[in-house]
């Protein structure tokens, strides 16, 4: 599986975006598929992903409410819609698919990182 993410950029903080991230292969909704972020001078961290059914989603404790993540099995995409950002979200944001089991237990696949700067 190949990723590829898009939509970062600069935006002032209590703003939004709208991250994408298109899987390709056909296989793509047997795919967990989450989003992490790694902030300057610290590790990567969870931040949300969703179950292959999108029945299932978990979030970080520091982004609930305020993100919310979903999919398009049909267009292999998956969206990571940003409300209410913070300075501290600003990070590069990788997404990551795992088949089947939830990619917050490790991705077996990652994308090339987009970066969010929020802007205070």
């Known amino acids: 599986v190949q990723l590829q993410a898009s939509g970062g950029g600069l935006v002032q903080a209590g703003g939004s975006l709208r991250l994408s991230c298109v899987g390709s292969?056909?296989?793509?909704?047997?795919?967990?598929m989450g989003w992490f972020r790694q902030a300057p001078g610290k590790d990567r961290e969870f931040v949300a992903s969703?179950?292959?059914?999108?029945?299932?989603?978990n979030y970080a404790t520091s982004v609930k409410g305020r993100f919310t993540i979903s999919r398009d099995n049909a267009k292999n995409t998956v969206y990571l819609q940003m409300n209410s950002l913070k300075s501290e979200d600003t990070a590069v944001y990788y997404c990551?698919?795992?088949?089947?089991?939830?990619?917050?237990?490790?991705?077996?696949?990652w994308g090339q990182g987009t970066l969010v700067t929020v802007s205070s």
């Open positions: 990551a698919a795992r088949h089947v089991i939830d990619v917050i237990l490790g991705a077996d696949y």
């Open positions: 292969g056909r296989a793509f909704s047997t795919y967990s």
């Open positions: 969703i179950h292959w059914s999108s029945e299932i989603t």
